[in-house]
């Protein structure tokens, strides 16, 4: 009888072990970096086409993080991403204002933003009406655009992201 409970309490300790070994791997897999590579060109002059990125997940982001978010889904019901850069963050307002020539300036609650990172000027592109009002970014949404304004398909053509799209943010570019 004491060697069947002396194996039953070694059995329930490696078991024990065995779950918190588990716990721990599952957390530090959560932490880990995900590495992907850039598909298409929205996010030139930053991200180019085919460069290899390094993406923590996290849905605490912030004006100015590159992040990586769930778009859409495929006609298999896989999900398709995007990277872009959030411009405005819950409880923000973006307007667009001319800037003449065709281009606009980003107004960010009512401030211009300064954007160095840019390719170019924001046009108004393929004919879009998406500067005919202004986007306030409620509750759990972002407003996020590509680095290249005339190539990107973003939070203008499709209104501000919910947090819940949010796969992480892009912390190391190769």
Request: net charge neutral; glycine share 10%; aromatic share 10%.
């Amino acid at each position: 009888m004491q060697k069947v409970n002396r194996a039953l309490r070694v059995l329930v300790v490696l078991l024990l072990v065995t779950v918190a070994v588990s716990g721990c791997a599952l957390f530090k897999k959560g932490n880990q970096l995900v590495t992907t590579v850039v598909d298409g060109e929205s996010m030139l002059p930053t991200l180019v086409h085919g460069q290899q990125i390094k993406i923590k997940p996290t849905k605490n982001v912030t004006r100015g993080d590159i992040i990586v978010f769930e778009y859409n889904k495929d006609e298999n019901g896989e999900p398709v991403y995007h990277v872009k850069r959030v411009i405005g963050i819950p409880g923000d307002t973006i307007d667009f204002v001319s800037a003449g020539g065709g281009y606009y300036n980003v107004l960010l609650n009512g401030e211009t933003l300064e954007e160095d990172y840019t390719l170019g000027g924001t046009k108004k592109a393929y004919g879009s009406q998406w500067l005919a009002y202004e986007f306030s970014a409620g509750t759990n949404e972002y407003f996020v655009m590509g680095d290249n304004r005339e190539r990107s398909n973003d939070s203008r053509y499709y209104g501000c992201i919910n947090k819940n799209q949010i796969f992480g943010k892009v912390v190391k570019l190769d």
